[in-house]
C-alpha cells in the first residue's frame, strides 16, 4: 500500500529553469492538494483538485500550475523558477477526513 | 477564510511529564475536524489525533489527549508520559466538514517546536 509517492525527494534547480513534481496516490481519494512549507513555518495551499479535471487555486498559487488528467496524479509545476521558491512541497490526498501526506521534496532554487 | 494560531513557537518538556500545547482557531462554520500532526526530522506527516466539532467528548489516543472548547475555539494537545521520540514540529489543523468548501483544504497554524530533555 504506497499511498501517496512523491518524486524527486530533492531537487536543486537553477534560477529561471522549470521542472514538474511528481505525485500519484492508490486509494482513489478525490481531493488532492499542494502545499510548501518554508522553513520553521506551516503549510500554505498552492493548489488543490476536488477531482479529474478540476483545480483551483490556493492562498500562494503564483509560479505555479497544475493538472488533473487522472484520479491518481496531480503534478505541480514550476515554471521559472525564483529563489522565493526555496521550500518544502508536500503533496496530499483525502476522500473526506483525513488527509495523508507524501514524504515531501526539497527544492531549492539557487 | 478559516485561520489557525498556535502561540507558542517553542515548548519544552522533561522526559516522562506532561506537556500541553495550544491552539486556537477562527470560523463560521458549526461542522468541522480539527487535527493535531507531527513532523519529525524526517519532514513526514504524521496524524497524531483528530476530533470531530460535532462531538463533545475530547479525543483520546494512547497518551495524546485534546481538550476542545468549541465556543472558546480552543483545541489544546496533552502528551503525557513524554517520550525522547515525541521531539518534532507539532502543527494543529482545521478542516471544514462541507466538501464544498474550498475542496475541504486543511488550514494549518505556524506550529510548535517541541524538545523533549532526558
Known amino acids: 500500500n504506497a499511498g501517496v509517492t512523491q518524486t524527486p525527494k530533492f531537487r536543486i534547480l537553477k534560477i529561471g529553469q522549470s521542472m514538474t513534481l511528481q505525485c500519484a496516490q492508490d486509494?482513489?481519494?478525490?481531493?488532492m492538494y499542494w502545499y510548501r512549507q518554508d522553513p520553521g513555518m506551516g503549510l500554505k495551499l498552492i493548489y488543490y483538485s476536488v477531482g479529474a479535471g478540476i483545480t483551483d487555486k490556493g492562498e500562494v498559487p503564483n509560479g505555479y500550475n497544475v493538472s488533473r488528467s487522472t484520479t491518481e496524479d496531480f503534478p505541480l509545476r514550476l515554471e521559472l523558477a525564483a529563489p522565493s521558491q526555496t521550500s518544502v512541497y508536500f503533496c496530499?490526498?483525502?476522500?473526506?477526513?483525513?488527509?495523508?501526506f507524501g514524504q515531501g521534496t526539497r527544492l531549492t532554487v539557487v | 477564510a478559516q485561520t489557525v494560531t498556535q502561540s507558542q513557537p517553542e515548548m519544552s518538556v522533561q522526559e516522562a511529564e506532561t506537556v500541553t500545547l495550544s491552539c486556537t482557531y477562527d470560523t463560521s462554520e458549526s461542522d468541522y475536524y480539527l487535527f493535531w500532526y507531527k513532523q519529525p526530522p524526517s519532514r513526514q506527516m504524521i496524524l497524531v489525533i483528530r476530533?470531530?466539532?460535532?462531538?463533545?467528548q475530547n479525543a483520546t489516543e494512547n497518551r495524546f489527549s485534546v481538550n476542545f472548547q468549541k465556543a472558546a475555539k480552543s483545541f489544546s494537545l496533552k502528551i503525557s508520559d513524554s517520550q525522547l521520540g515525541d521531539a518534532a514540529m507539532y502543527f494543529c489543523?482545521?478542516?471544514?466538514?462541507?466538501?464544498?468548501?474550498?475542496?475541504?483544504?486543511?488550514?494549518f497554524g505556524e506550529g510548535t517546536q517541541l524538545t523533549v530533555n532526558p
Open positions: 489543523a482545521y478542516r471544514s466538514a462541507l466538501r464544498k468548501t474550498s475542496g475541504s483544504r486543511l488550514t
Open positions: 486509494m482513489n481519494h478525490n481531493y
Open positions: 476530533q470531530e466539532a460535532y462531538k463533545q
Open positions: 496530499a490526498s483525502s476522500y473526506h477526513r483525513d488527509a495523508f
